[in-house]
C-alpha cells in the first residue's frame, strides 16, 4: 500500500493540449480514507474532494520557484508519458490533513 491509511478513490481528468510540448489538467478528486489517530491509535474516516489544474511540461523546462498559491502547478514529464495516477496520489497527499 502507497499510503499508511486506508482508502477508496476515485477521480476524473480534463486534458487540454496547450501545444505541441504542454498540456494542462483539470482534475476532481474524491475520496473516503480512513486514517489512525497517532495518539489515541483509533481509526477515524475523512472525505475528501478536491478539485486541482495541473500543467505538464517537459523535464527540463523547470523554472525557479515562484510562490503564488493561484497558479498552476507545473509537473515536469519524460518520455511523452504524463502521469495521472502520480499526480492524483500527490493531489491526495496535499489534501488531507496529516
Not at 42 to 61: K, L, Q, T, Y
Not at 79 to 88: F, K, S, W
Request: proline share 4%; aromatic share 8%.
Amino acid at each position: 500500500m502507497r499510503f499508511a491509511w486506508h482508502q477508496m478513490a476515485r477521480y476524473a481528468f480534463h486534458l487540454i493540449r496547450e501545444d505541441q510540448h504542454h498540456s494542462a489538467a483539470q482534475g476532481r478528486l474524491y475520496a473516503r480514507i480512513v486514517q489512525t489517530c497517532i495518539i489515541k491509535a483509533e481509526d477515524f474516516e475523512v472525505s475528501v474532494e478536491e478539485v486541482f489544474r495541473i500543467r505538464s511540461i517537459p523535464s527540463g523546462e523547470e523554472t525557479k520557484v515562484v510562490i503564488d498559491p493561484d497558479a498552476d502547478d507545473d509537473l515536469p514529464y519524460e518520455r511523452n508519458v504524463i502521469d495521472l495516477g502520480e499526480i492524483t496520489a500527490e493531489q491526495l497527499g496535499l489534501a488531507i490533513n496529516p
